[in-house]
């Protein structure tokens, strides 16, 4: 009786592998680059979290909010020119700035570590929109 479960296990582990093998090879459609940055290679778990974390819905959603935001920003930063240096609508704005920089250079080394910097085709250098 105990052999017959740890065989449905063995069997079971199988069919997973199986499955964990076909989406990684599902990962990484059309990018070339086999190892990122020379580190990350396409079987690093790292770089499988980032690839799945830059190709998430939500992210897109999330950075082109912040672009919006930003360029509000641009905007309301124009304004500021006549203000006082120690005005605080200048502190907050300098943290906002530094926000910003923050999220959009996590933004950056996710679609480096995912898509490879600049040598291969879809790299991030190599994609218009990034």
């Not at 070339?32 to 770089?47: D, I």
């Not at 909010?65 to 300098?94: C, E, G, Q, R, W």
Request: aromatic content about 14%.
């Amino acid at each position: 009786m105990l052999d017959e479960s740890l065989e449905v296990d063995l069997d079971e582990l199988a069919r997973r592998d199986q499955e964990n093998l076909a989406l990684r090879k599902m990962l990484f459609r059309g990018i070339e680059c086999h190892k990122s940055c020379y580190l990350f290679s396409k079987q690093s778990y790292f770089r499988q979290f980032c690839y799945k974390t830059v190709h998430h819905g939500k992210f897109e959603t999330f950075i082109m909010i912040l672009i919006v935001l930003s360029s509000f920003k641009l905007v309301f930063d124009t304004y500021t020119d006549s203000l006082a240096k120690d005005n605080p609508i200048l502190m907050y704005s300098s943290r906002m700035d530094m926000a910003f920089q923050i999220c959009f250079t996590i933004e950056m080394l996710l679609k480096i570590i995912s898509f490879g910097f600049m040598m291969d085709d879809n790299s991030y250098l190599q994609e218009s929109w990034s």
